[in-house]
């Protein structure tokens, strides 16, 4: 009873490092997301992927890059880290319609804790 | 466009009391509503959503939300309080048109007083 999946549940870089957030689900969902959590301003959207091979910027993609590796897997990577990255991060996945044609719910996995020094 | 408020940042009841948090969305287009609950060091729960089967919707631990199109409110209200609700609440809008936009609201923190 999975989910969705994160890590590293925490981790500290300093200026200038890259690292690589990893996530996966197994609910066997075509839509994947990267947010970000900062106090006050409720989750932003970095990037998303609507399906499998196709990913798409969302609210605030600067200095982010992403991959969707397959259907299970979304990764996030930090190529130069700076501190103004410094923010809990979310994945999150879902099916876009259910039966009703309505969108369907988010997922989310228990973030990552990102301390950029 | 779509955006969605919620009007207060933070709310205190006591334990046992009635909880109201306050939700107002703007959506160009019929939008699919949702309540969510974050516990501390914790992702995103879902506890309910609207998506027009019905304008009262029932959601999970007592949680109930009523979406009123003419007030553009998705409200949402628990008849007494327990100590394990206490967390962070976010209403989120959803556009159900051809392309992707989910909208968060800034969150309201509850507080439940023993």
């Known amino acids: 009873n999975a989910g969705v999946t994160q890590t590293p549940k925490f981790q500290v870089l300093k200026t200038g490092q890259s690292m690589t957030l990893q996530c996966a689900q197994d609910?066997?969902?075509?839509?994947m997301y990267w947010y970000r959590q900062d106090p006050g301003m409720g989750l932003r959207l970095i990037y998303y992927s609507a399906s499998e091979g196709t990913t798409d910027k969302g609210e605030v993609p600067n200095g982010y890059n992403v991959s969707r590796l397959n259907k299970r897997e979304f990764s996030l990577r930090l190529e130069s880290a700076a501190p103004s990255q410094t923010s809990v991060y979310f994945c999150?996945?879902?099916?876009?319609?259910?039966?009703?044609?309505?969108?369907?719910?988010?997922?989310f996995g228990d973030g990552t804790r990102l301390s950029i020094l | 466009a779509q955006s969605v408020t919620q009007l207060d940042s933070h709310v205190s009841v006591s334990e046992g009391t009635p909880v109201l948090l306050r939700c107002n969305y703007s959506s160009s287009y019929s939008p699919s509503l949702f309540w969510y609950v974050q516990h501390p060091n914790k992702g995103l729960q879902l506890l309910l959503k609207y998506t027009s089967a019905a304008t009262l919707v029932k959601g999970i631990n007592g949680f109930e939300a009523e979406f009123k199109k003419s007030e553009t409110s998705f409200h949402l209200t628990k008849p007494s309080a327990h100590m394990s609700d206490a967390a962070e609440y976010f209403c989120v809008v959803s556009a159900d048109t051809g392309g992707f936009k989910t909208i968060f609201g800034a969150g309201t923190r509850l507080f439940v007083k023993a």
């Open positions: 999150a996945s879902s099916d876009r319609r259910g039966g009703d044609g309505r969108n369907q719910p988010q997922h």
């Open positions: 609910m066997n969902h075509n839509s």
